[in-house]
């Protein structure tokens, strides 16, 4: 099983809908989570970090789910700019690493 | 503005050739990777180095090796290059601990003939 889990779409959505990511991850004792944002050949960079409580950030929302082991990203009111790969990640336990996911293409449409 | 620097954004090789990719950061981090990123695979971790003169094998170091003789400047090998080794490579740094976000510098394509 791989270490962290994403569908890799895309998902084409028109403007203004919300979409919602999901992505499981197999060991339980990750702690830290995080989405990244990379745009078309371009470097990845931090959207959000993933708290427990759930964090929103504008337009972004992240939910962790321990026992089921998976991350989600929602994104409501979906922008042009919102176009781009989005990346689950989770920390190594035990390391000062982290595991990316492949990646979930989202294309919105006017 | 924090920033990592990557020493090029393109990068023509022929087999079996040395091969030097240079990143520099410039916000003091302690910790320092190297990533390579292929289609369909994501990032998968090179090599690690969470000091100077320090490293460590990600899951995918063979054919590379690392060098980090001052802090803010990790450099990658590849002795002798590949075909195989024909990627983006994605430098990137954060202070010690994970739960810290990595900054990326804006990568290097590197082409093997």
């Known amino acids: 099983r791989k270490e962290v889990e994403q569908d890799p779409g895309p998902f084409n959505v028109p403007e203004g809908a919300t979409v919602a990511f999901n992505c499981t991850y197999s060991?339980?004792?990750?702690?830290?989570f995080f989405w990244y944002r990379q745009d078309c050949r371009k470097e990845p960079k931090l959207l959000m970090s993933?708290?427990?409580s759930g964090n929103e950030d504008g337009r972004f929302t992240a939910q962790l789910n321990r026992a089921s082991q998976y991350i989600s990203l929602l994104i409501r009111d979906s922008k042009l700019s919102d176009s781009a790969t989005y990346l689950c990640?989770?920390?190594?336990?035990?390391?000062?690493?982290?595991?990316f996911g492949t990646g979930t293409r989202l294309l919105v449409s006017p | 503005d924090v920033k990592v620097t990557q020493s090029s954004r393109y990068l023509v090789k022929r087999t079996g050739e040395k091969v030097f990719l240079e990143c520099v950061q410039d916000?003091?981090?302690?910790?320092m990777f190297w990533y390579r990123q292929d289609p369909g695979l994501g990032l998968r971790l090179i090599y690690f180095s969470y000091d100077v003169k320090m490293k460590e094998k990600g899951d995918i170091p063979e054919g590379y090796s690392v060098s980090r003789e001052k802090k803010e400047r990790f450099s990658l090998i590849l002795e002798s290059a590949s075909t195989n080794q024909t990627s983006m490579y994605l430098c990137a740094s954060n202070k010690a601990g994970a739960s810290y976000e990595q900054y990326f510098g804006p990568g290097t394509r590197l082409t093997v003939t």
């Open positions: 916000m003091d981090h302690e910790n």
């Open positions: 993933v708290y427990s």
């Open positions: 060991n339980s004792a990750s702690q830290s």
């Open positions: 990640v989770v920390n190594r336990p035990g390391f000062q690493k982290l595991v």
